[in-house]
T-cell receptor
Framework: AAGVIQSPRHLIKEKRETATLKCYPI?????VYWYQQGPGQDPQFLIS???????DKGSIPDRFSAQQFSDYHSELNMSSLELGDSALYFC????????????FGAGTRLSVL | AQSVAQPEDQVNVAEGNPLTVKCTYS??????LFWYVQYPNRGLQFLLK??????LVKGSYGFEAEFNKSQTSFHLKKPSALVSDSALYFC?????????????FGAGTRLAVHP
């Protein structure tokens, strides 16, 4: 069965650089979520989209932005990267409504040097 | 504030023995509760969920969880542990607010099953 696809799997950046993470949801899933998991931490919600509109916002820094495109894939754009941005970034997709299961991608591991 | 607590950083159990991973939650209204498992360098895999109905929920790989409203708990259980169950387990709550909601995760519990 098709799963959530994230790219790239690994990314190494320098401080103050920019990064773009991509997420391709499961077909027919119109809701996308982004989470950040720091080393030894639980995943923290960043932002979500439903039908290409932002549906909820969590602890996402102002340096980050995201959008969902017409084909439902989503991109997380990160600027002025800091050492503390080093983390595993997960994308999840679901059918709408809170009771539906969120299916997670394998994540993008971002290392900021 | 809405939160999830997993009081144990690590649970150790011998293969073949029953296991329990504890989770309590604090959220207003009726929550949607989930368990996910994370293997090293992998994404989160869905195990089971409680939405409404029977308090005992059965999920993947022989896992089950019991919803207890009075104790605000949603403990994960398995009658007979396997070494391959060793992983990081996250309890999560989706607090219903009429919209398309985030998951709030507990800190995670590392399960170690010994041969």
């Amino acid at each position: 069965a098709a799963g959530v696809i994230q790219s790239p799997r690994h990314l190494i950046k320098e401080k103050r650089e920019t990064a773009t993470l991509k997420c391709y949801p499961i077909p027919r899933h119109d809701t996308v979520y982004w989470y950040q998991q720091g080393p030894g931490q639980d995943p923290q919600f960043l932002i979500s989209f439903y039908e290409k509109m932002q549906s909820d916002k969590g602890s996402i820094p102002d340096r980050f932005s995201a959008q969902q495109f017409s084909d439902y894939h989503s991109e997380l754009n990160m600027s002025s990267l800091e050492l503390g941005d080093s983390a595993l970034y997960f994308c999840a997709s679901s059918l709408p409504l809170a009771k539906n299961i969120q299916y997670f991608g394998a994540g993008t591991r971002l290392s900021v040097l | 504030a809405q939160s999830v607590a997993q009081p144990e950083d690590q649970v150790n159990v011998a293969e073949g023995n029953p296991l329990t991973v504890k989770c309590t939650y604090s959220v207003s209204g009726n929550p949607y509760l989930f368990w996910y498992v994370q293997y090293p360098n992998r994404g989160l895999q869905f195990l089971l969920k409680y939405i409404t109905g029977d308090n005992l929920v059965k999920g993947s790989y022989g896992f089950e969880a019991e919803f207890n409203k009075s104790q605000t708990s949603f403990h994960l259980k398995k009658p007979s542990a396997l070494v391959s169950d060793s992983a990081l387990y996250f309890c999560a709550v989706s607090p219903f607010s009429g919209g398309y909601n985030k998951l709030i995760f507990g800190a995670g519990t590392r399960l170690a099953v010994h041969p």
